[in-house]
């Protein structure tokens, strides 16, 4: 019993993120609502969008065109965490 209560008050406060191994860049891109138009837009899919990156460089100016004009104002490691979850869930640009 003891430790079931040891066990359940561990999952309490252990922050969800840790718990299921989430990519950091996935919380700040949940966090900032990015999905509110790319739920439509989407992610490299050329024929829906103008910019599409067919890079890493053009997938950080991307991350970085809707981060400055929707005043986000991430931190460059944030951007490059954004980017790389991006990259790893929908581009798969080699680095
Ligand atoms: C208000 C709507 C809107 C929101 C919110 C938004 N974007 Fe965008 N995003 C756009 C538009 C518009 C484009 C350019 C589409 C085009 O080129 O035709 C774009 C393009 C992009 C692209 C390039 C997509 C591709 O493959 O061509 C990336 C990456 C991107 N945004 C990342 C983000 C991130 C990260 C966030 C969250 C901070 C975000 N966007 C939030 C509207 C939005």
Redesign the pocket.
């Given at each position: 019993m003891k430790l079931l209560q040891k066990s359940l008050l561990l999952m309490l406060f252990t922050p969800l993120s840790v718990m299921a191994e989430v990519h950091p860049g996935k919380v700040l891109?949940d966090d900032?609502?990015?999905m509110?138009?790319?739920a439509d837009?989407?992610?490299?899919?050329?024929e829906?969008?103008?910019?599409?990156?067919t890079d890493i460089k053009g997938?950080k100016k991307?991350?970085s065109?809707?981060?400055s004009?929707?005043n986000?104002g991430w931190f460059d490691d944030e951007k490059q965490d954004?980017v790389d979850y991006?990259n790893k869930t929908?581009?798969k640009f080699d680095h």
């Open positions: 891109h900032a609502n990015c509110r138009c790319h837009l989407g992610y490299n899919q050329p829906l969008t103008k910019m599409a990156p997938l991307a991350v065109f809707c981060d004009n929707l986000i954004v991006l929908y581009y």
